[in-house]
């Protein structure tokens, strides 16, 4: 009777062993869930990372009835002030929204570059485009001249004057009328 009772005694305590092993094994893994992706319902939107702040900024173009400067607002991407010179004055080689309003840019013009001294002076460079879609006049080069130098420093303080280039050179006038050798301040009546 005797044996039997301690057969059964080292039965139950190796069964006892192998459960604790197996606990003390099950208890050290690490679990890993693998959970469905989320469901995107149609109500929510996403939105990007990072958006951009917009600014405001006036245009000058020419009235279409008599000469006369007329502003235009648009929303650009802010940035840095160099940057946002740059998206302003690609704005107004697009030319106008408004249908009383006349382009004061040649169509075929492209701004090359555009950086600002330390002295406020910014330093425009478009392609030949355009000087050679320039219709001629006087007064079409007085307006597409002062167009772009009122529109630089109406919209930025720290542009005070504007030099205009073609293709990286200084040019002494666009079309023989006004004299762009030297930095323009704004000028906005004639």
């Not at 919209?155 to 030099?163: D, G, K, L, M």
Request: charged letters at 20%; hydrophobic letters at 40%.
């Amino acid at each position: 009777m005797a044996c039997r009772q301690m057969k059964t005694a080292v039965v139950l305590i190796a069964l006892l062993v192998v459960t604790v092993g197996a606990i003390a094994l099950w208890g050290t893994r690490s679990v890993t869930v693998n959970r469905p992706a989320a469901q995107r319902t149609a109500l929510e939107t996403r939105k990007p990372a990072f958006e951009r702040a917009k600014k405001s900024v006036t245009l000058f173009f020419l009235a279409r009835e008599g000469y006369s400067f007329r502003e235009e607002n648009r929303e650009i991407e802010s940035g840095t002030t160099t940057e946002d010179a740059r998206r302003t004055l690609t704005e107004l080689v697009k030319g106008p929204k408004g249908g009383d309003l006349v382009p004061t840019v040649s169509p075929g013009t492209k701004l090359l570059n555009l950086f600002i001294d330390s002295s406020g002076t910014a330093y425009v460079d478009f392609n030949q485009g355009f000087r050679d879609g320039l219709p001629g006049g006087a007064q079409e080069e007085l307006y597409t001249v002062f167009s772009i130098v009122n529109t630089l420093a109406s919209n930025f303080a720290q542009i005070t004057r504007v030099q205009i280039l073609i293709e990286g050179a200084e040019i002494s006038t666009l079309a023989g009328h006004v004299d762009t050798r030297m930095a323009l301040p704004p000028q906005y009546v004639f």
